[in-house]
């Protein structure tokens, strides 16, 4: 019997990745649009795309150079995280002062 986890396994997260975008620019185009979402919470969803990129980046640095996944050369690995810490940060606290807000 063929495990299904062995076929998922076997597939190229690429396209999957591409595709999962599209929602995403939609949830930032709608996102700008609505006056609910803080500024700054705005700015940390955006530059969730500069993580996407730099991830993409390092993760060719990392085939290229090294000749290894992104998750095995630390220091890329790391560099990239640090921009999904950042954008993280922004989110929580934009909306951690709209909630300091209203509870005022």
């Not at 299904?4 to 999957?16: E, H, K, N, R, V």
């Not at 995280?81 to 989110?91: G, K, N």
Request: charged share 10%; with cysteine; aromatic share 14%.
């Amino acid at each position: 019997m063929i495990n299904i986890f062995d076929q998922f396994s076997s597939l190229d997260p690429g396209p999957i990745f591409v595709i999962s975008l599209f929602p995403y620019l939609i949830f930032l185009f709608w996102a700008q649009k609505s006056a609910s979402i803080p500024k700054t919470a705005l700015w940390g969803f955006r530059l969730t795309l500069l993580f996407v990129a730099m991830t993409i980046v390092c993760s060719i640095i990392a085939k290229v150079n090294y000749n290894q996944e992104l998750t095995d050369v630390d220091y890329l690995h790391g560099s990239a995280e640090a921009f999904l810490a950042l954008s993280d940060a922004l989110i929580v606290l934009g909306f951690s002062a709209l909630i300091l807000k209203s509870g005022e």
